[in-house]
T-cell receptor, first 113, second 111 residues
């Protein structure tokens, strides 16, 4: 099975928080998260490997994540803003993304109203 | 300003034509990857180029990594409607700990 993400779609109100989930391909230990918008394109949020954040993009602290011992990962966005509306993608790889190929999930479409 | 700039941003061509997409940066990348993304799906990896000057061929697609590892190109020969999609280059720099995606090239191949 490939990378799975849940939920597929989500509608939230400004100020709320949201948690997105990502399950990697079996055996993959790294999960990376990305935000995709029409204006900014695909932007790297962070990477988790062996339950530790290894790399981080230029996003505010409202964006956070964690990885569990089974390599599944969650991403949390607090105090949602309208500009957080985007497609959130996760990708899994065998090891750190700078050394191994990534495989993407279908994404979670978040709409903030 | 994006670290990886792609050109052109949009491309609409007839089936059978050839095309080239460019990916440029002022930074040195340890490797560059090319992805294709279709609507409603995540990007799918096409190829990874690692060595400066490297050329890789995948059927009708030819990928090249610049000698200085700052740029890359994707050439498609005899484009087909199935090639339609968003093409993205991506990679990590030699010095940083982030992963960057290019600005993207939206290709439409008209039957």
């Amino acid at each position: 099975a490939g990378v799975t993400q849940s939920p597929t779609h989500l509608i939230k109100t400004r100020g709320q928080q949201v948690t997105l989930s990502c399950s990697p391909i079996s055996g993959h230990r790294s999960i990376s998260w990305y935000q995709q918008t029409p204006g900014q394109g695909l932007q790297f949020l962070f990477e988790y490997f062996s339950e530790t954040q290894r790399n981080k993009g230029n996003f505010p602290g409202r964006f956070s994540g964690r990885q569990f011992s089974n390599s599944r990962s969650e991403m949390n966005v607090s105090t949602l803003e309208l500009g957080d509306s985007a497609l959130y993608l996760c990708a899994s790889s065998l090891g750190l993304l700078t050394s191994y190929e990534q495989y993407f999930g279908p994404g979670t479409r978040l709409t903030v109203t | 300003t994006q670290l990886l700039e792609q050109s052109p941003q949009f491309l609409s061509i007839q089936e059978g034509e050839n095309l080239t997409v460019y990916c440029n940066s002022s930074s040195v990348f340890s490797s560059l990857q090319w992805y294709r993304q279709e609507p409603g799906e995540g990007p799918v990896l096409l190829v990874t180029v690692v060595t400066g000057g490297e050329v890789k061929k995948l059927k009708r697609l030819t990928f090249q990594f610049g000698d200085a590892r700052k740029d890359s190109s994707l050439h498609i020969t005899a484009a087909q409607p199935g090639d339609t999609g968003l093409y993205l280059c991506a990679g990590g720099t030699d010095t940083g700990n982030q992963f960057y995606f290019g600005t993207g090239t939206s290709l439409t191949v008209i039957p």
